[in-house]
């Protein structure tokens, strides 16, 4: 049945009714990154113990499921431009399900790999492409805001790190995969039903603002922005790839990495799983208030300091040892502050650029571009690791390539979309408004417009 405006709460009724699909989009990000992407150094030590694999081998299926994600993207992005957001996150969650109990039963290196392959379809369609996609069409001021709030649910996923030992500990890796599924398919499956297409449905424009009158024929909101073809003639959308190929070159190397890096720098699997936790909380505060951040300060302005502030901390992990724990400060205040910026803000920065129609095709490709690198990444470093025993050299390199990405964002020009004003057209005032008061409606959207301060 369609949605019906009557059958939908609506600001007047309470809380916009986007904060809802945040909040939902935030719960099912903690329960998929946690279970499915922070927690697998917590796995690379059982497996390697009980196959015999090498830790390049063990690695490459976190390669493989990048490689995936970045062929499959593209697809998924389009299929949520065409058909929506809700189809594409409950088909990817059972997908994710299903990818995690064939990964519980891999016995040979081809099945892990086929295994990791499901995992990687089912995880880029399940949840953070979908309300990704969600919250441009419910969101343009506060989009920023937003954003950070469900991407809270990502970062915060850490703080599973911990229960995915202790269940290890107890069941062993094989049936923690499973009991991740089973979790997975009955806690974020259900919140898909607060899923709605855009607010227009409810009668309100982006931000819970009334809508407005429009000549008739008008496209909605959501329907609006850059197509496809158009993004890839702009210097921008190359510039936008290049970072996040810099970018994820970082973080791939560092998701699989920290907890052996840690360990191997003799931290016991207490205080490296701690120090995880710790990452987590921080992104609870750093992911919203990057976002609020963003949108006063000017989202591409915080973006190029994020990706700063990564290239210093991640050199700062990699001074962290058992008898320098005192680095894990400063870490959390560069790295992990950075990284909360750039999840919240790479995102919204793409919409601010194109426009909400073909957000989600365009965002996939940009994080598409980096598929060579995802891939690359953790396996380069497993080898380097092996070679020379350390991953003190892997980390001093991932910050050169965060300050790469820092550079990218800085040579953009591009101005944001702006949306054509459609309303029905006023009564002409009596006298001509004044340079100020048009200067002080622009200052009102700070932080979506920064972007447009910049030369064309």
Not at 168 to 173: L, N, R, V, Y
Not at 216 to 243: C, E, I, K, N
Not at 320 to 348: D, K, N
């Amino acid at each position: 049945m369609a949605d019906s405006p009557r059958s939908l709460p609506s600001r007047a009724r309470g809380l916009y009714f986007g904060w809802y699909i945040v909040g939902s989009g935030a719960t099912s990000n903690f329960l998929v990154s946690g279970m499915a992407i922070w927690s697998f150094g917590v796995f690379i030590e059982p497996i390697r113990e009980e196959t015999g694999w090498t830790t390049a081998a063990v690695a490459a299926g976190f390669s493989i499921r990048a490689l995936e994600q970045g062929v499959f993207g593209p697809f998924a992005g389009a299929f949520i431009d065409r058909f929506g957001p809700r189809i594409m996150a409950r088909s990817g969650l059972v997908i994710l399900a299903i990818g995690l109990i064939l990964l519980s039963q891999a016995r040979t290196l081809p099945m892990y790999y086929g295994a990791s392959i499901v995992l990687a379809i089912g995880q880029s369609s399940s949840t953070f492409m979908p309300y990704s996609a969600l919250i441009v069409r419910w969101f343009q001021v506060k989009r920023g805001r937003a954003m950070g709030l469900l991407n809270s649910g990502n970062g915060s996923g850490f703080a599973l790190v911990p229960l995915i030992a202790v269940l290890i500990a107890a069941f062993g890796w094989r049936d923690t995969m499973v009991i991740s599924a089973v979790i997975i398919l009955t806690i974020a499956l259900p919140l898909t039903f607060t899923m709605r297409n855009d607010p227009s449905v409810m009668g309100l424009e982006p931000d819970g603002e009334p809508i407005r009158a429009r000549r008739s024929g008008v496209t909605p909101f959501a329907m609006t922005g850059d197509s496809v073809g158009q993004a890839l003639r702009t210097p921008a959308f190359y510039l936008l790839a290049l970072a996040q190929c810099a970018n994820v070159a970082t973080v791939q190397g560092w998701v699989v990495y920290q907890f052996p890096h840690l360990r191997e720098q003799g931290l016991g699997v207490g205080y490296a799983t701690a120090a995880g936790v710790g990452y987590a909380f921080s992104q609870v505060i750093f992911r919203p208030s990057s976002g609020l951040l963003g949108d006063r300060l000017g989202r591409r302005r915080l973006l190029i300091a994020a990706f700063a502030l990564q290239a210093v901390g991640i050199v700062v992990l990699a001074s962290v040892s058992a008898e320098r724990l005192w680095m894990l400060a400063p870490y959390y205040a560069t790295f992990a502050f950075g990284q909360a910026a750039w999840v919240v803000l790479h995102t919204a920065i793409v919409a601010d650029y194109y426009g909400p129609r073909r957000f989600a095709t365009i965002n996939a490709l940009v994080n598409a571009s980096a598929m060579p690198v995802a891939v690359g990444s953790p396996i380069v470093a497993g080898i380097v690791f092996d070679r020379v025993g350390s991953y003190v050299p892997i980390f001093t390199t991932y910050g050169l390539l965060s300050a790469v990405a820092a550079i990218a964002i800085l040579l953009i020009r591009r101005r944001p979309y702006e949306v054509p004003d459609e309303s029905e057209p006023a009564a002409a005032p009596l006298l001509a408004s004044t340079p100020g008061a048009t200067t002080s409606d622009a200052a009102t959207h700070g932080g979506m417009h920064d972007v447009g301060k910049q030369p064309a």
